[in-house]
């Protein structure tokens, strides 16, 4: 069990010890005096995890050696005089004065330290018994932890030995209401009194850790499908009838909350629903949290998975945000305006070139579904959870993705594939990059490609008219068509006259055929400018703000090195690279 898989445990056992059964929450301040718990507690239980008897002295004990100073500054009932003996074997139950005392020390920082490093301990003890037993899975380890700190180990191998296998926490929850038809004793680790606390261990290791058996050894395209599952199986819940609480519920019980804010029955509740939708699988690393569209555009900024690029084609399990003022010109504007909702993909073809999109608040407070061509009016941009991050099992292949619309895998129900197949070269110069297969449309961010620029080639698109255009990927990060006709695979004529050296002038103005970084000299071991090292001009030519000259940045040449074979100019901002390992980069 590793750190984070343990925090859950903590957030889950604190929560039906002693938070009331609310996930993540625990009272470090919590007692129960004798018999308050159970008839058979013969002294008291102490702190968040509720430490019975002998492990409550132990966390008194462990307070003592940590902070001496605090733990008699906070003694006003000579408990430590008390931690010589043994409190079940006496039965010792404290006063009141001693009550007080207790809880000023536990509640000491070293006190909850002192707390929190005795539970892991115990769970430390709990899960190697687990294990010695035969239980491997963590959702079952957890399972094995929360009856063992219960009731004990005898009871805990009472209810596995039963329990059908493989173990699931399904299958150990099974075993143990079992003790409720055994009514010479209304007091065993699966009894009535017992049974929400159990159901709520077996909801949040689904939420949080989710079955092994079903999630490990998952490609990406398999869990990309099981967060757009997750919304198509809440399809037709609505506000009206409260249905939709089931979203708001699981939403609010993951902590902490977005901005403190808890969802109310009556807000907006599309990015909570797209939200709630990784939580259910457990993907909250990289599918941020949000109740906003706009914070959750930030969140996914942040994560460097956000997407604006004109001709990006989403896969099944991407975030969709839109902005319902966008104009008619859409395609030849940059919309940058505060979202005013979200969907998750749940379907993509690119022959009628339509995404499927699930949504939570559509009208009427609806969960339903909408039909929208790809990279149409109302997009206004894409958040990109790094599923290729979490794929442990084979089958599919991807490349990590960028801010600018790197991303995924080969395609996903009937998608576009994203990863690179060939190199290709660009034969002639002023070649239009498009937003799909025959569009007049061009892409925003990379309009145009020039002679012997060199593009990856991740697709093949038939156009209205069958004819074949590629779905490139240029510099590693931007997606667009260009007309097969005008490309080439990279290499098949070498000699090519549009890659020989060109000669630059100072005070000639050119144009940069590509994204180019800017250097503080000529050579790629000069160290690279960042985007506020730029001159104003250049900054407002780099529009991702990376520090590099957006493509069709016309520069002027200031002066000329030769470094080996390839040619730097200077330019206002810094040096670029003009031609460089046979490649023209300035024309």
Same mark, same amino acid.
Request: charged share 20%; proline share 3%; net charge neutral.
């Given at each position: ?5 343990? %925090? ?16 993540? /929450? ?19 239980? !102490? ?7 002998? =492990? ?10 940590? $902070? ?11 408990? %430590? ?6 409190? +079940? ?9 001693? /009550? ?12 909850? &330290? ?14 190697? #018994? ?9 959702? @079952? ?55 929400? *606390? ?7 290791? /689904? #939420?949080?850790?989710?079955? =092994? ?41 993951? !902590? ?5 804010? &808890? ?7 599309? @990015?909570?629903?797209?939200?709630? @939708? ?10 941020? *949290? ?17 997407? %604006? ?37 749940? +379907? ?5 070139? +339509? ?34 991050? &979490? ?29 690179? &197949? ?65 490309? *080439? ?10 890659? /020989? ?56 040449? #200031? ?6 074979? $390839? ?21």
């Amino acid at each position: 069990m590793d750190k984070k898989q343990l %925090e859950i445990l903590t957030n889950i056992i604190g929560a039906v010890e002693s938070g009331g059964q609310v996930y993540g /929450k625990r009272r470090y301040e919590a007692y129960a005096g004798k018999g308050a718990n159970s008839a058979n507690e013969k002294t008291c239980t !102490l702190g968040w995890a509720q430490n019975y008897g002998n =492990e409550a002295r132990k966390l008194c004990q462990m307070i003592l050696k940590e $902070d001496p100073g605090a733990f008699r500054g906070a003694d006003t009932a000579g408990i %430590e005089s008390r931690l010589s003996q043994d409190w +079940e074997a006496i039965g010792w139950n404290p006063s009141a004065t001693e /009550k007080a005392a207790l809880i000023a020390i536990i509640t000491t920082p070293s006190g909850k &330290k002192c707390q929190d490093e005795l539970f892991e301990q115990l769970m430390e003890t709990y899960i190697k #018994q687990a294990v010695a037993y035969g239980v491997n899975t963590v959702p @079952a380890q957890m399972m094995w932890c929360e009856i063992e700190h219960l009731g004990g180990l005898k009871p805990t191998k009472r209810i596995f030995g039963r329990a059908a296998k493989p173990y699931t926490p399904d299958s150990v929850y099974a075993s143990l209401i079992l003790d409720q038809q055994d009514t010479s004793n209304n007091n065993q680790v699966g009894d009535k009194m017992y049974q929400s *606390r159990h159901q709520c261990c077996v909801k949040w290791i /689904k #939420q949080y850790v989710g079955e =092994e058996k079903e999630s490990a050894g998952m490609t990406e395209n398999e869990l990309r499908q099981m967060v757009a599952n997750n919304m198509r199986g809440w399809i037709g819940l609505k506000r009206s009838d409260r249905s939709h609480m089931v979203i708001i519920n699981l939403y609010n019980s993951c !902590l902490p909350l977005a901005r403190g804010y &808890k969802v109310q029955p009556t807000d907006d509740y599309c @990015a909570t629903g797209a939200s709630a @939708a990784g939580i259910k699988a457990g993907l909250t690393d990289i599918i941020p *949290r949000e109740c906003s569209c706009g914070y959750m555009i930030q969140l996914f900024q942040k994560m460097g998975r956000w997407v %604006e690029n004109d001709a990006y084609i989403p896969d099944t399990g991407d975030f969709v945000f839109y902005y319902w003022k966008d104009g008619t010109n859409y395609a030849t504007t940059d919309c940058t305006s505060w979202p005013d909702h979200v969907g998750i993909v749940l +379907e993509v073809n690119k022959n009628t070139r +339509e995404i499927l999109i699930g949504e939570c608040n559509m009208g009427g407070g609806l969960v339903g579904t909408r039909k929208i061509t790809i990279n149409g009016r109302y997009i206004r941009g894409y958040g990109i959870p790094d599923y290729a991050s &979490k794929a442990t099992g084979k089958g599919n292949s991807s490349n990590s993705g960028t801010n600018s619309g790197t991303t995924s895998s080969g395609s996903a129900s009937g998608g576009i594939n994203k990863t690179p &197949k060939w190199v290709g070269e660009i034969t002639q110069d002023n070649v239009t990059v498009k937003t799909w297969a025959g569009s007049s449309t061009s892409i925003k961010s990379w309009p145009v490609l020039g002679a012997g620029n060199l593009v990856d080639i991740c697709d093949t698109i038939k156009d209205n008219s069958g004819h074949d255009w590629y779905y490139i990927l240029i510099a590693k990060k931007v997606y667009g068509f260009v007309d097969s006709s005008y490309i *080439r695979q990279a290499g098949s004529n070498s000699g090519n006259s549009s890659n /020989k050296a060109p000669t630059y002038k100072a005070g000639t103005v050119y144009a940069l055929q590509v994204e180019l970084k800017v250097r503080t000299g000529a050579g790629t071991g000069c160290p690279t400018k960042s985007y506020s090292q730029l001159t104003l001009d250049g900054r407002r030519h780099d529009k991702d703000h990376d520090g590099c000259l957006d493509a069709g940045t016309q520069v002027t040449c #200031q002066a000329i090195k030769n470094v080996g074979s $390839d040619i730097w100019i200077l330019v206002p901002s810094g040096w670029i690279a003009a031609y460089y390992d046979g490649n023209v980069y300035v024309k």
